[in-house]
């Protein structure tokens, strides 16, 4: 046990969970009949959104203090505007804002926990 680091143990059980939180995103958007595609920025996403039958995740700047939405950590999802999609998509994940440009894509906001 000398060699334990908290911190670094912390560390890595965050950086798991938010993997794993991004994968449930994954997942789900999959299941919806979604390709999701892992992208490097916001400006990528905003780009990209809208290519009939994908989705673009963005990990939203990791470790970046820059990059944060109302203080708290997120990421980023840029997927075709499906209502349907949307509504379950704010029941099974932590929302904490939707933008893009109407009737052609969302930007959802997703609070990593």
């Known amino acids: 046990?000398?060699?334990?680091?908290?911190?670094?143990?912390l560390a890595e059980g965050k950086l798991l969970k938010e993997a794993k939180e991004i994968d449930m995103?994954?997942?789900f958007l999959s299941i919806k009949g979604l390709e999701v595609?892992?992208?490097?920025?916001?400006?990528?996403?905003?780009?990209?959104?809208g290519e009939a039958g994908?989705?673009?995740?963005?990990?939203?700047?990791?470790?970046d203090m820059n990059n944060k939405y109302d203080g708290k950590e997120a990421f980023y999802v840029y997927m075709p505007?499906?209502?349907?999609?949307?509504k379950e998509m704010k029941s099974k994940?932590?929302?904490?804002?939707?933008?893009g440009k109407n009737g052609n894509y969302y930007e959802v906001i997703i609070e990593k926990k």
Do not use: C, Q, R, T
């Open 1 to 9: 046990m000398d060699n334990f680091d908290l911190k670094k143990y």
């Open 25 to 27: 995103a994954k997942s």
């Open 37 to 49: 595609e892992a992208i490097e920025s916001g400006n990528e996403g905003h780009k990209k959104a």
């Open 54 to 63: 994908k989705a673009f995740i963005w990990n939203g700047g990791e470790g």
């Open 81 to 86: 505007f499906d209502e349907e999609i949307l």
């Open 93 to 99: 994940f932590p929302v904490l804002d939707v933008g």
